[in-house]
């Protein structure tokens, strides 16, 4: 008995130091300084913030103005740090402006920095979404170089920059960050908020929160959520909704769930686009089924919201390759529950039909996007998912006030996957 009592205790001290030493690192790699260069944070219609960090504390100073050549506005840290964060208020709807960064102990490239303020309205927007990229290697490369070579390298046509989780493999750390997402996409960075989902593994640390600062009060449109982990963003035609998949409640009466509701009455643009990094339907490395507890969550809470206020599309990354539905509502079951007649809004492959008020169970489009780095070998038989490519790959999404087109722009430059929705009172070619 005695020994018994004694390899107990041993066990539990074992247990004590591994749990102490296991927090340690996760407490180091979330918090760690690093330096790190300048990048765009909560971008509204009148204001922006840049952050970046310096080896050494001092006075950091942005300058900005129309013109590249002549930025006759600056603002300073208030006091000598270097976590410096300045944010610069009183700008222009949908405005472009120039900007430089002057530190004294940080070597920073100034050349062609630019941000653009959200916008009210617009004939045309291009957004360019990535999954599961934070994978630093030769294919990552080549994903983000067919994506330049699609906008001809201006970086300027594109208006946002989604990312759906998993941005920074393994673990998420500060480290990892500035080697898979900063330095990787660094002429992005430059010019372009990076609107980021976490994802399963950003969530091992908790860097993600550290190094982002999101709009909770309604700064960026939409209804003010009062949490970072769900928010929205309003621009031109689009009413982006960011929801983070792996840390909230989902459930029916959760603060998540209810701010959901509040926020798609509330809206008021053409186009609802959700970013969640887990995907209600997916074949994830073999399994279709959809009984893992993420993914069935995210179906069973979520989806009834998204048919009742008739959102248009939702991006999802978590399984590493392309998947793609057909215009669907009410699915909550698993793979094996599908039916085409009770769940398909239209049985198109390509083109697809929406009234331009959203209106209950007109129909969504589910697809994941997660192989902006990395590619699994799977089966994808999702019933639900009939467009579904083993191949890596990142979408290109243009709207308008009357239709979005989405682009599967693969890892060879080749677009594997496309279709469209309507809301301009036309009918597909050859729907009745």
């Known amino acids: 008995m005695k020994i018994f009592k004694k390899a107990i205790f041993v066990l539990i001290a074992i247990i004590i130091i591994f749990s102490?030493?296991?927090?340690a690192l996760v407490t180091y790699d979330s918090y760690v300084f690093v330096p790190r260069s300048p990048y765009l944070v909560m971008q509204t219609q009148n204001s922006i913030t840049i952050k970046w960090q310096s080896p050494e504390r001092e006075i950091g100073r942005v300058e900005y103005g129309f013109f590249s050549d002549i930025l006759d506005k600056?603002?300073?840290?208030?006091k000598k740090t270097n976590k410096h964060s300045i944010k610069i208020s009183g700008l222009q709807e949908c405005t472009k402006y120039y900007y430089k960064v002057i530190s004294k102990t940080l070597d920073i490239d100034n050349s062609k920095r630019s941000f653009k303020t959200l916008c009210k309205n617009s004939d045309k927007q291009l957004l360019w979404v990535i999954g599961d990229s934070g994978v630093k290697e030769k294919k990552q490369k080549k994903v983000y170089q067919e994506m330049l070579k699609y906008i001809n390298y201006d970086v300027d046509k594109l208006d946002m920059w989604i990312l759906l989780g998993d941005n920074a493999y393994k673990s998420g750390t500060q480290k990892q960050y500035n080697s898979k997402l900063f330095e990787p996409y660094k002429k992005l960075v430059k010019k372009l908020v990076p609107w980021a989902v976490a994802g399963k593994h950003d969530a091992k640390r908790w860097a993600f929160y550290n190094i982002w600062d999101f709009?909770?009060?309604?700064?960026?449109?939409?209804?003010?959520?009062?949490?970072?982990?769900?928010?929205?963003?309003?621009n031109a035609n689009l009413h982006l909704v960011m929801l983070d998949s792996q840390t909230p409640r989902t459930d029916k009466n959760s603060k998540l769930a209810n701010w959901l509701r509040k926020d798609l009455k509330a809206n008021k643009k053409p186009w609802v686009v959700v970013a969640?990094?887990?995907?209600?339907?997916?074949?994830?490395?073999?399994?279709?089924?959809?009984?893992?507890?993420?993914?069935?969550?995210?179906r069973e809470h979520l989806v009834p919201i998204f048919d009742e206020f008739g959102v248009d599309l939702v991006l999802s990354g978590h399984s590493h390759g392309y998947e793609r539905s057909k215009l669907m509502k009410n699915h909550l079951g698993t793979s094996d529950t599908f039916k085409p007649k009770e769940h398909l809004v239209q049985d198109s492959d390509f083109c697809y039909t929406k009234p331009f008020i959203a209106t209950k169970n007109s129909g969504t489009i589910y697809l994941v996007n997660g192989s902006a780095s990395r590619v699994d070998e799977t089966e994808l038989k999702h019933p639900a998912m009939p467009f579904s490519f083993e191949l890596m790959?990142?979408?290109?999404?243009?709207i308008t006030p009357t239709t979005l087109n989405s682009k599967f722009l693969t890892i060879d430059g080749e677009i594997k996957d496309e279709f469209t929705i309507k809301k301009n009172n036309t009918k597909c070619e050859g729907q009745k």
């Not at 969640?276 to 995210?298: E, F, L, M, Q």
């Open 215 to 234: 709009p909770t009060k309604g700064e960026s449109g939409g209804v003010p959520s009062g949490d970072e982990s769900f928010y929205s963003i309003d």
């Open 20 to 23: 102490a030493g296991r927090l």
């Open 393 to 398: 790959g990142s979408l290109m999404l243009e």
């Open 276 to 298: 969640i990094h887990t995907p209600p339907y997916t074949d994830n490395k073999g399994d279709s089924s959809g009984t893992k507890r993420a993914i069935k969550r995210v």
């Open 74 to 78: 600056n603002i300073s840290d208030l």
